[in-house]
């Protein structure tokens, strides 16, 4: 079978930033499965593995509109300390997250801390960079009709198995 959407796809792989440095990789034995189509990855992987099989490597380079996106000067702001909960002390470097007027969570980077307010960006760690992905399929087959409607798969061994 191929890989297509609706399709659950088990891979492992691994990526580095243009200078090689390891950005991210499954652990030995522990490989991803997502449902292909459904954005559970970056778009840019979703595309190159689309049509490939147990068995087949993929190796490409992804352009960062087609991983995390473009880096947004506007997500860089300077917000009150004020609005950290009582005893945080944010550290510059430290990744954290908060909730949206609407529940959402959003993640951000503490760049810098001022005595009066800190410097955040709201920006994905990974925004603005290509990202080199080296990827093995370990098997593709139908999603069951469970994982599609609970919208992820059951691989046995998969870190987002449930």
């Given at each position: 079978m191929k890989v297509g959407d609706g399709s659950?796809?088990?891979?492992?792989?691994r990526i580095h930033d243009g200078d090689g440095e390891l950005v991210e990789a499954t652990a030995p034995g522990e490989p991803v499965a997502f449902i292909q189509g459904r954005g559970q990855i970056i778009l840019g992987m979703e595309r190159a593995l689309q049509g490939l099989a147990a068995g087949d490597v993929c190796q490409v380079v992804l352009a960062p509109e087609d991983?995390?996106?473009?880096?947004?000067?506007?997500?860089?702001?300077?917000?009150?300390?004020?609005?950290?909960?009582?005893?945080?002390?944010p550290r510059e470097g430290m990744e954290h997250s908060a909730r949206d007027e609407h529940g959402a969570r959003i993640r951000y980077v503490v760049r810098e801390v001022r005595p009066q307010t800190v410097i955040i960006d709201l920006n994905h760690?990974?925004?603005?960079?290509?990202?080199?992905?080296?990827?093995?399929?370990?098997?593709?087959?139908?999603a069951a009709p469970d994982e599609l409607e609970r919208g992820h798969a059951h691989e046995p061994g998969s870190r987002y198995r449930v």
């Open positions: 659950v796809v088990s891979l492992e792989y991983a995390y996106g473009k880096r947004d000067e506007e997500g860089v702001q300077e917000v009150p300390r004020s609005v950290f909960p009582r005893g945080f002390e760690p990974l925004a603005g960079k290509a990202l080199h992905v080296h990827a093995r399929v370990l098997a593709v087959r139908p």
